[in-house]
């Protein structure tokens, strides 16, 4: 690979990561409004699970931040450019119980499929330390996209 070549294809993984990095702070943020604002008869286990979910969305955004500044990237850091660079939207504060899991088993599949975007950009670079990240990330998703999906009766 050419030096010019090798340097796109970086900034292309440096893109994927950053979209990541966008995601998770919305993810976040949206995940605590859900966890806040759940109300009716599934309250405690809901209310439950979304708290587990934003504190596994914080480990998240970090590895996925620190991962790009080892790789000699720069994530983005303010909830403007997460906002703008994400895929996913936040919260609206008017979901009710099962919109607010339906919301986050669309959002996790959006996740997911961009993740297989970046694994494919970090195989391009060789990079199997990033890869094995998005891996791991998107492994956990498609499980909680599967309990939340049952929890639905789906």
């Known amino acids: 690979m050419t030096n010019q070549t090798l340097t796109q294809v970086n900034q ?55 991962r790009l500044l080892t790789i000699d990237g720069a994530p983005v850091a303010t909830l403007r450019e997460s906002l703008a660079l ?22 996790f599949e959006v996740i997911i499929g961009e993740l297989k975007d970046a694994m494919e950009a970090a195989a391009r670079t060789e990079d199997e330390a990033t890869g094995d990240l ?7 998703l498609e499980k909680h996209r599967w309990m939340l999906n049952a929890y639905l009766g789906k």
């Open 12 to 66: 292309e993984l440096h893109k994927q990561l950053n979209l990541q990095v966008a995601n998770w702070t919305v993810m976040y943020t949206k995940l605590h409004s859900f966890h806040w604002f759940v109300k009716g008869e599934n309250f405690f286990t809901l209310h439950e699970k979304f708290e587990s979910l934003y504190n596994e969305a914080t480990g998240y955004l970090d590895e996925l931040a620190e």
């Open 134 to 140: 998005l891996l791991g990330i998107m492994s956990a």
């Open 86 to 107: 994400a895929s996913i939207s936040e919260a609206t504060g008017k979901e009710t119980a099962q919109e607010m899991v339906a919301s986050v088993i669309s959002d």
